[in-house]
């Protein structure tokens, strides 16, 4: 094998697959790199089941999985170069990336980066005169190879040194996928994931949820995008959030990421959801989230509920009672 070695960016889906094969084919030695962010589907604790993983496990290819915490938040509160349909900031995004994987670079003593990006195959971050500009502003231009797309950009400096031969690369380009689909049954690859399924602000209606917390609480943390993956959410001032419990496993993951101001919500005696009100509130905002809560509780509509709310700093203890709120008044503040 060629004392070459390469860093391939891992994402799970096809292209970042097709791109590691392409590489790993012509005899180069291929690390894989996947990166967890706090809105990303698997996490460190359950890395093993991503496509990522299963991914570079077909590829026959060692992976490092990298979390990026409060640094990623921060592109997220406050993107250079914006968001794209929902809450996603695609490029600042892949610029950080990029920056982590060229210090992996210097670690590992490789030589180049691969990614899977196709020319034109996102409207926001993989036009041409953007990923110039991503390699420019992670500050390595010439140092990222992609394959799939090789032929239709500048050569990368793995190719004009002749580490890989840019004749068995690709000029891949535009939206359709009906090339690497081909390339997949060329190469035998059937473990990948669809595109853009790894992130979360990709997706509307988590994308909606993300946009109500910056707006309200711009200095969020990562317990609260922990929260924005649990149960039901509900704007219940602009100072003061409801969170829902679906499950018994979301009710328990609730109660663990409870906060020392926050107010935790049981039924008492009954079976129901736990309920976490998060931010300033006082008896108005307590009355709703408990109307809120016995919405949820399979009882007849006229019942009063009876309720246990819970603060977290004091385990102080308080009964009461609250009638479920009608549901169209419950819609209006569904976030």
């Not at 990222?144 to 004749?167: F, M, N, Q």
Request: contains cysteine; positive net charge; glycine residues 8%.
């Amino acid at each position: 094998m060629s004392p070459i070695r390469a860093i391939a960016l891992i994402s799970g889906g096809l292209d970042s697959a097709l791109s590691a094969k392409l590489v790993q084919s012509q005899g180069i030695g291929v690390l894989g790199v996947h990166f967890i962010t706090p809105f990303s589907k698997y996490g460190l604790e359950d890395f093993e089941d991503s496509p990522a993983y299963k991914s570079a496990l077909e590829l026959g290819i060692e992976i490092e999985a990298i979390a990026l915490g409060e640094e990623f938040l921060e592109i997220v509160k406050k993107p250079k170069f914006g968001y794209g349909k929902a809450m996603n900031p695609c490029i600042d995004c892949r610029i950080l990336e990029l920056k982590k994987a060229g210090e992996i670079l210097k670690e590992k003593k490789a030589q180049f980066i691969i990614t899977g990006e196709v020319v034109g195959q996102r409207p926001m971050s993989q036009r041409r005169e953007v990923i110039k500009l991503i390699d420019k502003e992670s500050g390595l231009s010439g140092m990222v190879l992609r394959p799939l797309s090789a032929k239709v950009l500048s050569l990368s400096i793995a190719e004009e040194r002749g580490w890989v031969e840019r004749d068995n690369l690709h000029s891949i380009a535009g939206r359709s996928r009906k090339a690497q689909f081909e390339l997949a049954k060329q190469f035998g690859l059937q473990e990948f994931s669809t595109p853009a399924g790894g992130c979360l602000l990709t997706e509307e209606g988590f994308g909606k949820k993300a946009r109500d917390l910056l707006d309200h609480q711009p200095d969020f943390g990562l317990n609260d995008v922990s929260l924005l993956n649990l149960g039901r959410h509900f704007r219940i001032s602009p100072k003061a959030k409801l969170v829902v419990g679906k499950n018994d496993k979301d009710n328990k993951r609730i109660i663990s990421l409870a906060k020392e101001r926050d107010l935790l919500i049981h039924t008492d005696n009954l079976p129901g959801p736990t309920g976490l009100l998060r931010g300033e509130f006082g008896s108005q905002e307590m009355n709703l989230a408990g109307r809120i809560m016995a919405f949820y509780v399979h009882k007849a509509d006229s019942a009063e509920v009876p309720l246990i709310f819970i603060k977290v700093e004091d385990k102080k203890r308080e009964k009461t009672k609250a009638l479920a709120i009608n549901r169209e008044n419950l819609e209006e503040l569904r976030i």
